[in-house]
């Protein structure tokens, strides 16, 4: 486990920094999942990175089948999510998990 700390960067950039160095560490098909601790959080980070966006209120049921579908397919190597994507997600390519606030 590797904890970040935020010092004169804002945590965005900390979290995009990182995204982008594990990217290069994990080849594709690997994907990274970005936990936050709100939906405010969680479209920042999302926009930053131009990835998936994840929660409870972003879409239907069908919208959020074509998120992890998307995702699963490799389209989308990166999800900034809430705690609504929890357990539903069964990918056995998920390489990292980080948690942000």
Aim: hydrophobic share 40%; charged share 30%.
């Amino acid at each position: 486990m590797q904890e970040v700390e935020e010092d004169t960067e804002g945590i965005v950039e900390v979290i995009c920094r990182l995204v982008k160095e594990k990217l290069e560490q994990y080849a594709s098909p690997n994907k990274i999942v970005i936990y936050r601790g709100s939906i405010e959080q969680t479209v920042e980070i999302g926009e930053a990175l131009q990835c998936l966006i994840y929660y409870c209120y972003i879409d239907n049921r069908a919208g959020k089948a074509r998120r992890i579908k998307e995702l699963r397919e490799g389209k989308y190597r990166v999800i900034s999510a809430t705690n609504a994507l929890g357990l539903g997600v069964d990918l056995l390519d998920i390489q990292v998990v980080i948690h942000a606030g």
